[in-house]
């Protein structure tokens, strides 16, 4: 499986488990969309450090080439899910220790 697919599969998984499993529906808040913002915006800078350094370096076979702020777009869609799943978790147990 290439980067590509798993990072697209992730980003699909965080969805489903944020608006239809757990249910803490972050995706319909506003709140989320300005945390992810200012998150992507580090993200972003990040990236472009460690991949215009040759720091961190991706295979060519295992991405599709398109490229944000030096790094594969595939990054986004990893980072999206990562910060999804993680606040839609956290939601979740906090949820779970209210009641």
Same mark, same amino acid.
């Given at each position: 499986?290439?980067?590509? #697919? +798993?990072?697209?599969?992730?980003?699909?998984?965080?969805?489903?488990?944020? +608006?239809?499993?757990?249910?803490? =529906?972050? &995706?319909?808040? =506003?709140?989320? !969309?300005? @945390?992810?913002?200012?998150?992507? @915006?580090? #993200?972003?800078?990040?990236?472009? !450090?460690?991949?215009?350094? $040759?720091?961190?370096?991706?295979?060519?076979?295992?991405?599709?080439?398109?490229?944000?702020?030096?790094?594969?777009?595939?990054? &986004?869609?990893?980072?999206?899910?990562?910060?999804? @799943?993680? +606040? @839609? $978790?956290?939601?979740? &147990?906090?949820? &779970?220790?209210?009641?």
């Amino acid at each position: 499986m290439t980067y590509t #697919q +798993l990072a697209i599969s992730a980003a699909v998984l965080a969805i489903v488990f944020d +608006l239809y499993i757990f249910e803490t =529906k972050l &995706l319909k808040r =506003k709140v989320f !969309w300005v @945390s992810y913002l200012i998150i992507v @915006s580090f #993200q972003l800078l990040t990236n472009w !450090w460690l991949t215009s350094r $040759n720091i961190v370096m991706y295979s060519p076979d295992a991405i599709i080439g398109l490229r944000v702020a030096s790094a594969p777009v595939e990054d &986004l869609f990893f980072g999206f899910a990562l910060v999804l @799943s993680v +606040l @839609s $978790n956290w939601i979740r &147990l906090g949820a &779970l220790d209210k009641r």
